[in-house]
């Protein structure tokens, strides 16, 4: 079955801090990667998405993620943390031969200190 | 612009009781519609997904099944609430490949 891994499950930072959350799928074919973020109390809502082109992809609030092929995978970055980036992360991946179909990592709760 | 809602919000039922979520899409017509369950530390877990009207497909066996009556309605149900059915419940639409989520639903069953 075809499966996405978070290896961090928390992961505690001082403001400033670089961030990095792992992201790593199984063989498949041809894949879309998404990162998701869900803030307290808010809805999952998406932070940026690959689908073709360049391998390095923006996205919103200074977040940017690698997708490297060779590696299965898709990390997440953002070179200086805040406060307010204490949320919950999930990395999902749609496999080409799945249809619209998402799988999700088992996510990353991100606590940032001030 | 499409939206997305759910109902309720919260929910808290006894064990044995029956369960009915309720999920709606505004703005577009046909689309995909998704519920997930997501429990702590477990990321979110597909249940049940559907690609039109009466046309549902089970992810998971549970004790849970899911309705899709209308193009933009979509429900989740249970004819008798389980202790592990506890969880928030989350419904999505797609596009493409993209899903948008709905603000859920957080089932407490005692």
């Known amino acids: 079955a075809q499966s996405v891994s978070q290896h961090n499950h928390h992961v505690i930072l001082s403001e400033a801090a670089s961030l990095e959350l792992g992201c790593n799928y199984s063989?498949?074919?041809?894949?879309?990667l998404f990162w998701y973020v869900q803030y307290p109390g808010q809805h999952l809502q998406l932070l940026l998405k690959?689908?073709?082109?360049?391998?390095l992809v923006k996205g919103i609030k200074g977040f940017e993620a690698e997708f490297i092929k060779s590696k299965f995978s898709f990390n997440l970055r953002k070179p200086s943390v805040q406060w307010s980036d204490t949320a919950e992360y999930f990395c999902?991946?749609?496999?080409?031969?799945?249809?619209?179909?998402?799988?999700f990592g088992g996510g990353t709760r991100l606590m940032v200190k001030p | 612009s499409q939206t997305i809602h759910q109902w309720p919000a919260t929910l808290v039922q006894p064990v044995g009781s029956p369960l009915s979520l309720e999920c709606t899409v505004e703005?577009?017509?046909?689309?995909?519609l998704y519920w997930y369950r997501q429990a702590a530390g477990r990321g979110l877990q597909l249940l049940f997904y559907?690609?039109?009207?009466?046309?549902i497909s089970s992810e998971v066996p549970q004790n849970l099944s899911a309705s899709r009556p209308q193009d933009r309605q979509f429900i989740l149900s249970s004819k008798k609430l389980l202790l592990s059915d506890s969880g928030f419940y989350l419904c999505a639409w797609s596009r493409r490949s993209e899903q948008f989520f709905g603000p859920g639903t957080r089932l407490t069953v005692l």
């Open positions: 703005g577009t017509s046909n689309p995909n």
């Open positions: 559907s690609v039109g009207i009466g046309q």
């Open positions: 063989y498949g074919g041809t894949v879309n």
């Open positions: 690959y689908f073709s082109g360049d391998p």
């Open positions: 999902a991946v749609n496999w080409n031969n799945a249809g619209n179909m998402l799988t």
